[in-house]
């Protein structure tokens, strides 16, 4: 390069991952995670160089992996000049010290880069108050004289204390004290939003839900014809989105939310309070699922578990399996004696499998490519027909 110019290359910074494997999570489950793993680091702008995985009854109190990985970890990062590593499970704060201090690169677990990657896609005050607020909650204990900063959005004196408070100490009041000022401010957007909530009520709530990535915001822009942010990528969507919706003469609410994700951060779950509130709150879930996704039944179970936790395990549901233009099975030859497994079956063979069993015929769509999308939207009706009918019985005769 000539001298004065200037290069207008971005270098993309490069990452390890490291992933356990015990009792609870055996070879082929800490792979899996790793590749979600993998996605979580390519939406937060990082490129997967190589995965690392130990066998560890329970994890080192210091380091979390052993000495041996932890060397072995180190000296490629150092050949490769790696700038993050990246641990699928979350780190205590001794630990996280530890391993910044021993490797010298950015220390992130699977919380703090959903947290990382929540703080780059708020778009709203709102979303970003939530993200704000979880980010600080998570990062507390692990204050190492990083949050000086926060003092200068208190304005006034006084945010130092005499001479003989440790600066770390200073930090952690700081801190709380943001903490207490953005949950005020929370309190206040609750408000609101529940308030907005209440005024609905002449309308039936549809909400969508399901795993991240899976497509909700596409079949929303499709049902109701708007133009909500749609991306191949995790946590597209974290703003709550609310279009009124009319299918023939029936008017309804749907609602778009965040994608779930296995092992979501509590503090998410905590600030993201009011969103899930319109979920808690809907009279039907349609509940999206990525067919084409080779974990697809281990998705429906989490998002199910989820919804349990957030106290919406009740609710009237759809199931709705998206994407079947991207399914792919691997069709075993006929001298092939192994074991049949599930990569194995078409999605025809797929549907008369457990899916047969179910209480009610899900439904198979692509909402990309347009397909079943009028069986989707007679679905949807009739759902929320049976709700209006009932809830509002002297509107009976439009039908």
Sequence with gaps: MKSGSHSTEIITPTAVLIGVINKQQNEALSFEYLDELAFLAETYGVITK???TQKLERADKATFIGKGKLAEVKAYIIEHHIDVVIFDDELTPSQQRNLEAELGKKILDRTNLILEIFSQRAQTAHARTQVELAKLKYLLP?????????ERQRGGTGTRGGAGEKEIETDRRIARDKISQLQDDLKIIDKQMATQRKNRGEFVRVALVGYTNVGKSTIMNLISKSEVFAENKLFAT?????????????????????????????????????????VREADLLLHVVDISHPNFE?????????LLDIGAGDKKTVLIFNKIDAFTYVKKDEDDLTPITRENLSLDELK???????????????????????????????????????????????Y
């Design 50 to 52: 190589k995965t690392f």
């Design 142 to 150: 692990r204050l190492t004289g990083m949050w000086t900063h926060l």
């Design 238 to 278: 974290l703003d709550t989105t609310v279009r009124k919706v009319t299918i023939d003469n029936l008017f309804f609410l749907l609602c778009d939310t965040v994608g779930f994700i296995r092992k979501l951060p509590t503090q998410l779950v905590e600030s993201f309070k009011s969103t899930l509130d319109e």
């Design 298 to 306: 281990d998705h429906i179970n989490v998002v199910r578990q989820t």
């Design 352 to 398: 008369k499998t457990w899916m047969s069993n179910l209480n009610e015929t899900p439904l198979f769509i692509s909402a990309q490519q347009k397909e079943n999308i009028v069986e989707l939207k007679k679905t949807i009706y009739d759902a929320v027909k049976a709700i209006h009918v009932v809830r509002f019985p002297y509107n009976n005769l439009f």
